[in-house]
């Protein structure tokens, strides 16, 4: 049984770090095919797609509101997903979700439908 384990996240004043972290168990993520992904929501607005990560391929995808300021990882050898958040923002205040899926696809689920697992969430308020 696949499952994600979020942690990280919390409380920062603008211009501060964070990171997140998914650790996924019940399947290895250093396969070909697998694909991650951290979407955020804010209350009263819709997800929003931050980043991805192709493992087989090496390939990264951002949203345009955290291109240059997040980072997304792979620790290979604890099979976690790693959200590193520099340059916070007020708007980026937002419940964060790490999602993984092992089917092939040729796009990047930016919607977040082509994601079959899901982590629990975890806040991420950042203060001006």
């Known amino acids: 049984q696949v499952q994600l384990v979020q942690s990280g996240g919390g409380s920062v004043q603008a211009g501060g770090s964070l990171r997140l972290s998914c650790v996924v168990s019940g399947r290895s993520f250093t396969v070909y095919r697998a694909r991650a992904a951290w979407f955020r929501q804010a209350p009263g607005k819709e997800r929003e797609f931050v980043a991805a990560l192709r493992w087989g391929e090496g390939s990264t995808r951002y949203g345009d509101s955290v291109k240059g300021r997040f980072t997304i990882s792979s620790d290979n050898a604890k099979n976690t997903v790693l959200l590193e958040m520099n340059g916070l923002k007020p708007e980026d205040t937002a419940e964060y979700f790490c999602?993984?899926?092992?089917?092939?696809?040729?796009?990047?689920?930016?919607?977040?439908?082509?994601?079959?697992?899901w982590g629990q969430g975890t806040q991420v308020t950042v203060s001006a």
């Open positions: 999602a993984a899926d092992w089917r092939y696809t040729s796009g990047w689920d930016e919607n977040g439908d082509g994601y079959e697992y």
